[in-house]
């Protein structure tokens, strides 16, 4: 069922219009599979105060798989160190255009943030379009209080997607379709290819724009009945570690759609021998 409600993303121009605002908090989400240190891009280019977001600092560290959820708690405390209160106003953005910065504003909601969104087109979008960056180091800023409030049920573990599989929820994988497919290796270790059997392909990069911007309406409806998703039934994203996953979430969220989101995704499920595989 669809939800009317503001957009999830904001546009570069409605940030450049805000900057100054008392209750503004950006965050660098940036994050890359190849294990680039986003840290030193933070320092060496930002948007305006900026606070950079370690996410892999901010996931379980007892979890033998990559990014999943923290206590509460812990993320709280974070998020406090941060400057960063549940009732502010969150922008959070990446390098790449539209990536991990969904993963950050997923954890942002289900934790109880009330107002965050994700800057649609990210760092590259920004700087193509000549506004304002910093550069170098910054100094520490002051502590806030978040208080966490965590929406469980907007997470699913292994044993609910094998309950949905085949059933009238929906699991779609936002992997690219030679990873889905089983004809390219899984980049972790242990990690068997192929998908979830039952599961759908959308590929996240089929949801945006050559800008690198998020489609909308019309088109972003497409790009899931496309992939044969029915915008009707509940649907629980998935993909390699949880965090394109989000990327399906934010759309269907700019849809007016909430879901669900696998947090241990094909990193968990690929490297469990009690669940099937498919490849094809």
């Known amino acids: 069922m669809r939800t009317p409600s503001p957009s999830p993303l904001i546009s570069t121009q409605d940030l450049a219009d805000r900057l100054g605002a008392p209750d503004l908090r ?70 790449q255009g539209l990536f991990s910065a969904a993963r950050v504003w997923w954890m942002l ?8 969104r994700v800057l649609d087109g990210g760092l590259p979008k920004w700087r193509a379009e000549g506004r304002p960056l910093e550069r170098g180091a910054i100094a520490s800023g002051k502590s806030s209080n978040f208080h966490a409030v965590f929406e469980a049920n907007a997470v ?38 192929g998908h979830m059997p039952g599961a759908l392909n959308l590929p996240f990069g089929q949801l945006l724009n050559a800008d690198g911007t998020m489609k909308r309406g019309a088109p972003l409806e497409a790009a899931f009945r496309d992939a044969g998703v ?5 649907v629980i994203t998935t993909c390699g570690s949880g ?38």
């Open 109 to 116: 909601r289900i934790m109880g943030a009330g107002c965050v």
């Open 243 to 280: 965090v394109t996953a989000a990327i399906l979430s934010l759309a269907l969220e700019e849809l007016g759609l909430r879901s669900r989101l696998y947090d241990g995704s094909w990193a968990e499920w690929g490297s469990r021998e009690d669940v099937a595989v498919e490849v094809g």
């Open 230 to 234: 029915d915008l009707g039934p509940p």
């Open 26 to 95: 950006i965050i660098d989400a940036s994050w890359w599979l190849d294990g680039r240190n986003a840290h030193a891009d933070f320092q060496a280019e930002r948007l305006p105060g900026a606070a950079f977001l370690d996410l892999e600092a901010v996931s379980d560290p007892a979890s033998p798989y990559p990014h999943m959820l923290p206590t509460p708690q812990a993320f709280a405390e974070t998020m406090g160190e941060m400057g960063i209160g549940e009732s502010d106003h969150i922008v959070v953005y990446d390098a």
């Open 156 to 193: 699913v573990n292994l044993e609910q997607v094998r309950q949905a599989l085949g059933g009238r929820i929906q699991v779609v994988d936002a992997r690219g379709a030679p990873r889905f497919r089983g004809e390219a290796p899984e980049p972790r270790a242990g990690v068997r290819s």
